[in-house]
């Protein structure tokens, strides 16, 4: 098989290599990998993905929890490449399902012929960058070996679960899921005693599900998290059809949003306004639902006295909506908000006060064990049938990991990121040469709204080959001094917000074991999108090109 474009002119000990297999391959047919494949596919490169599932969709493919939808607004979170697509699609909710947002990346394979590249039930298990023939040499669970210029990970930030590692879960007589992949059938909760680990976002879209169907619903919480009214509804079909007409100018819009998103950021920090004038600010914001609470203020992730405000007003609306005052208590976070993923809901709060909802607090008495009934914590056992964990992700680095990567003189990704993740724009890893991360570690992407974000870094990562080629020197590397640079300026401004202050996942505080260090870039998409921009415009600065 020889169909690449990119290969034939390597070097290989005075003789002319093989051509690579295909140009291009990448990892995964999420949102990430289907428009990387048709925009390299557009640039008439050969491209093959592999993809873990049996279908496309990526993390909307694994979690098909109870309740599951998407937390930034429907008519945001899609592709903007083409006027087309975005006109033709039509989202029915503000916040979409899970099974929405499925349809909607089967839409989009169908509608662009992507399938036909796209090797399914296939989990990428190694790659490793042939120095001498210029190539990266990858390998499949399922046999395949395959050779190709670029190596591209569109892996996603939330996809590899966080696994129960409980003791004694082994033994235990009744059912267990995960949120993060959860089953494709249906999974009946009627009358049983239900178990759930874990109160982050997850948690808190399925808890108000599972409790309307379950005898009795037992949650475990860690950590309490803030929690906004989703406020979900149909679309108003006038309101929606107004936006499809200036799609453009929304999407232009959302580019200037910190979070790439379309909410507004009050221009005005905390201390700027009257007190009055921060409450009606607040209480809007509440009344709006959806996650414009992240700019109350200008100031509210990098000013603890603004954090403040805003978490005093949620700890009320919390003490409003739940009867007993010692569980309004338990569910009220003391930690910034922000720092953690704030969390969307539609009735968490008034759900425990159902008769058949227990808040079980492990923050000083972590689970012991799995029993075969049930939990033992703090001393007490819970008899359970069903257990649910809700444990969240080896964010970010973790889906990255889980591949055996070996670039330069064989070094490998986790070697390399032992102390944490380096690397030049979370799109390129120094010594690693012709590898890509689509939103990688460094990027802002969990900070934004996730299409946008992979948008932007399949056309970066698509202008920079286009620019490498035409110059006929593929081989692209990031320099250390690049790389050193950027990490700098990245911890830099992460030092200046609330992100550092929490036990997140975000600081990988929620992997035993995993280092410590602020995953995302916390400056901001514009500012992000303009430094990529300045990069290109300056001949792909911080890289070096190479036959
Ligand atoms: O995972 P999480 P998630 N013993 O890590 C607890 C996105 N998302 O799947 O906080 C006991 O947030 C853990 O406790 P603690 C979104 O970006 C989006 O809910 O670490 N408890 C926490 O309560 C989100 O942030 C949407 O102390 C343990 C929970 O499990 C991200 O995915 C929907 C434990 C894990 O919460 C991850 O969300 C869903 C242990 N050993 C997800 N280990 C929407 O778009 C962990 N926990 C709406």
Wanted: proline share 5%.
């Amino acid at each position: 098989m020889s169909t690449s474009a990119t290969g034939s002119k390597t070097q290989n000990g005075g003789g002319v290599a093989a051509p690579p297999d295909v140009d291009a391959v990448v990892v995964g047919a999420g949102f990430a990998g289907l428009y990387m494949l048709h925009r390299l596919r557009g640039m008439g490169l050969s491209v093959r993905v592999f993809e873990r599932g049996s279908g496309v969709g990526g993390t909307w493919y694994w979690n098909r929890y109870p309740g599951a939808r998407c937390d930034t607004d429907s008519v945001e979170y899609s592709y903007e490449f083409s006027d087309e697509l975005q006109q033709e699609w039509r989202w029915t909710e503000r916040f979409a399902t899970q099974p929405e947002i499925l349809r909607y990346a089967e839409h989009v394979a169908d509608r662009l012929d992507l399938r036909r590249d796209i090797r399914f039930e296939s989990t990428v298990t190694e790659a490793a960058f042939d120095e001498a023939a210029g190539h990266w040499r990858v390998a499949t669970d399922n046999g395949v070996r395959i050779s190709a210029t670029y190596f591209i990970m569109a892996t996603g930030c939330l996809s590899a679960v966080n696994r129960p590692s409980f003791d004694g879960l082994d033994r235990f007589e009744g059912e267990w899921y995960h949120t993060g992949a959860w089953p494709h059938e249906k999974v009946s909760f009627a009358g049983k005693r239900v178990g759930i680990i874990g109160t982050g976002s997850s948690a808190i879209q399925s808890i108000p599900v599972i409790a309307a169907e379950a005898r009795h619903l037992t949650v475990f919480q860690r950590q309490a998290n803030y929690s906004i009214p989703a406020r979900n509804a149909p679309l108003d079909a006038a309101k929606y059809a107004a936006i499809r007409e200036q799609y453009g100018e929304w999407r232009r819009r959302g580019k200037e949003n910190p979070a790439g998103c379309w909410w507004v950021l009050n221009p005005a920090t905390a201390e700027e306004l009257s007190e009055e004038e921060r409450r009606r600010e607040l209480e809007a914001r509440w009344q709006k639902g959806g996650l414009s609470m992240y700019g109350v203020f200008n100031d509210v992730l990098v000013n603890p006295a603004a954090n403040d405000v805003a978490t005093d007003f949620i700890r009320s609306k919390i003490r409003a909506q739940v009867h007993d005052p010692r569980v309004a208590a338990l569910l009220s976070p003391h930690s910034f908000i922000g720092c953690k993923r704030i969390c969307l809901d539609t009735d968490y709060y008034a759900t425990f006060n159902r008769p058949n909802v227990t808040l079980v607090d492990i923050s000083n008495a972590p689970i012991e064990e799995i029993t075969r009934t049930g939990v033992r914590t703090g001393g007490s056992d819970f008899e359970l049938d069903t257990i649910v964990f809700a444990i969240g992700f080896d964010a970010m680095t973790g889906p990255l990991l889980r591949v055996d990567i070996r670039g330069r003189e064989g070094q490998t990704l986790k070697a390399k990121w032992t102390d944490g993740p380096r690397s030049y724009l979370g799109l390129a890893v120094e010594g690693f040469p012709n590898l890509f991360t689509i939103t990688g570690p460094s990027s802002p992407s969990v900070l934004t709204n996730m299409i946008p974000a992979i948008e932007q870094h399949v056309e970066w990562i698509a202008d920079c080959i286009a620019h490498a080629l035409a110059r006929g020197r593929p081989r692209i590397k990031a320099t250390r001094a690049a790389e050193d640079a950027w990490i700098s300026h990245h911890d830099e401004v992460a030092a200046g917000t609330v992100f550092p202050g929490c036990n997140s996942w975000y600081v990988g505080a929620n992997i035993p074991g995993k280092p410590r260090r602020v995953t995302p870039y916390t400056g901001g998409f514009p500012a992000y999108i303009e430094k990529c921009e300045e990069v290109a415009a300056n001949g792909y600065e911080g890289f070096t090109l190479a036959v």
